[in-house]
């Protein structure tokens, strides 16, 4: 028995009938197995059982599309191609290639994006903030860790981290970068907003946009020409 298939797995038949969860032991066959097969929860609940406030205290697999929020103790997966139309709350988040959220995303923990996945809300995490190459995340970053950036990756608002911020080649922030360590932009990233850290160092072709190079009395003029 393979790894995946040790996980519990939660199971709703399409007579509405709640299965149990399957740990390691195999679902007998019988005639009902097919309509099990074909009526699988999107969501799979790899062991957990939920608490007073409707929370489950496993991981989560999250294997099809989806338009429930999801709230769990343990950490949530989401696999290649799987959207979720709803927010994430859990210990920790990892989004694999392809994958969305179409919502916020808070952990206490780590969150990992995957290539080309997509987040469509603010990322708040306790952990380290990391994404692959051409991630997008519609909103800002909030975290009690580090954040790194992959390549051509974009964030459509502000990056707060109270580690280091690290950016791949060419990444695109529509917002401020606040660090509490260093920050280290990489080739070709463009920041439209001020930038901030224990020390600061771009690599080549890097472009900030703060607002500071207007200090807004460039065009006044004091005194006339004319005074008499």
Do not use: H, K, P
């Not at 970068?177 to 930038?195: H, K, P, Q, S, W």
């Amino acid at each position: 028995m393979t790894d995946t298939t040790r996980r519990r797995t939660l199971v709703a038949v399409a007579t509405g009938t709640v299965g149990a969860l399957a740990g390691c032991q195999d679902l007998s066959s019988d005639d009902g197995s097919d309509a099990e097969t074909d009526t699988e929860e999107e969501i799979f609940l790899n062991g957990s059982e939920a608490d007073d406030d409707g929370d489950e205290d496993g991981d989560v697999t999250v294997a099809e599309d989806t338009d429930d929020d999801i709230s769990v103790e343990g950490t949530v997966e989401v696999l290649a191609d799987v959207t979720v139309d709803g927010s994430v709350e859990a210990a920790s988040v990892l989004l694999e290639e392809d994958a969305a959220v179409d919502g916020t995303i808070d952990t206490g923990g780590t969150v990992d994006l995957g290539e080309d996945s997509e987040v469509d809300g603010d990322v708040t995490a306790g952990g380290d903030v990391t994404t692959a190459e051409d991630a997008e995340i519609d909103g800002a970053i909030d975290t009690d860790g580090a954040v790194i950036l992959g390549e051509d990756s974009e964030v459509d608002g502000d990056v707060t981290a109270s580690g280091s911020v690290t950016t791949r080649s060419d990444v695109e922030i529509d917002g401020s970068v606040d660090a509490g360590g260093e920050v280290y932009l990489g080739n070709g990233t463009e920041v439209d907003g001020d930038v901030s850290g224990e020390s600061v160092d771009e690599g080549d072709d890097v472009e900030i946009d703060d607002d500071d190079d207007d200090d807004g009395i460039g065009w006044f003029s004091f005194g006339s020409d004319d005074d008499e």
